[in-house]
């Protein structure tokens, strides 16, 4: 096992009181694997990548028990363990490329800081010759003349791959592409996905896909994990959860998709009633109980926990197969 999480659970320490964003968190990746991460935005997708990344504030307090990267426990790592490992062994790609590059440096010097730290058999012009190659790898014409640009200079879909190219540039074991099609055209994010593939089989390596697009991830993932308020409530295949949805909120997603009504792409959206709680005070038993159509007593009156069927759903009152 690559990647192994057992009831991970995260808070913050606010001024209005502690927030409780991730409960009892469990899943695991396996080398060359994708695993697809979706829900609303503020379920906590983004924040368990940070985690995962060392990169929680001060504020932060992680516990966990079992956070396992290679069999080495990450909870017991100092900033100087995780430096070793970050952007080597684990690299990430971060929700906006706009804001996550430097504007100060360009973005070939950018790239090469992360090789000079991790690659020291490389010299300083190995590491610059690399930087062209990874850049014409993403798919950047004229790499030698672009890694002289700034974030500026670069449009969202050079962006996005110039985000890429620093992440594979240490062959990660694992990548984490939060969002990586945000704000793309649909044809650029069709080049980004088809690329992160083909580097994903070349080097064999695990991915943590995160979007709130269950289109993307369906064509994209091994297994599917749809979260709700910072909790895990349905996971499984990716063609068993499209096709068989068992919680109500992965069904109200599908729902939303346009083109899901008996008349196509004529129907009205659907979309699920009601908001994401506050997670500073959240309701009693189920998370979803106050938006659920099929509710009953037992929802508010008790948390449910995900079973342990190959299809996972945290519901009292799943939907029937079909």
Not at 25 to 33: A, D, N, P, T, V
Not at 52 to 61: N, Y
Not at 159 to 168: D, E, H, K, L
Not at 248 to 276: C, E, H, Q, W
Request: charged share 20%; proline share 5%; glycine share 8%.
């Amino acid at each position: 096992m690559l990647l192994d999480i057992q009831n991970l659970n995260l808070k913050f320490h606010t001024s209005k009181g502690i927030l409780h964003a991730i409960r009892d968190l469990s899943f695991h990746i396996k080398e060359g694997e994708t695993l697809g991460i979706v829900g609303e935005s503020g379920c906590g997708k983004s924040i368990t990548n940070l985690a995962l990344m060392g990169l929680l504030p001060d504020t932060a307090e992680l516990t966990a028990d079992k956070l396992e990267f290679e069999g080495k426990d990450l909870l017991s790592f100092n900033e100087k363990q995780w430096q070793g490992i970050r952007g080597s062994d684990i690299a990430m790609i971060f929700q906006d490329p706009m804001t996550a590059l430097n504007p100060c440096f360009t973005v070939g010097y950018q790239i090469e800081e992360t090789l000079e730290l991790h690659r020291k058999d490389l010299s300083k012009e190995q590491r610059k010759e690399y930087v062209f190659e990874l850049l014409d790898q993403v798919g950047i014409p004229a790499p030698r003349d672009r890694a002289k640009s700034y974030a500026h200079e670069l449009s969202g879909g050079m962006s996005q791959r110039v985000m890429i190219a620093g992440a594979i540039a240490c062959n990660p074991k694992l990548l984490i592409a939060d969002e990586p099609t945000t704000a793309l055209d649909v044809t650029i994010q069709d080049q980004i996905l088809k690329l992160l593939k083909d580097i994903q089989e070349k080097n064999n390596m695990a991915m943590i896909l995160v979007t709130h697009d269950l289109g993307v991830v369906a064509e994209n993932a091994d297994r599917i994990q749809v979260m709700y308020a910072g909790e895990v409530i349905e996971s499984a295949s990716s063609s068993s959860v499209i096709q068989s949805p068992k919680h109500p909120y992965t069904k109200g997603l599908l729902d939303s998709l346009p083109g899901n009504g008996s008349a196509g792409f004529r129907t009205p959206l659907s979309s699920i009633a009601g908001m994401v709680p506050d997670l500073r005070s959240r309701p009693s038993g189920c998370q979803f109980n106050p938006r659920c159509f099929k509710f009953q007593d037992d929802c508010s009156s008790n948390r449910p926990s995900l079973n342990s069927d190959s299809h996972q759903v945290s519901c009292f009152h799943p939907l029937s197969e079909g």
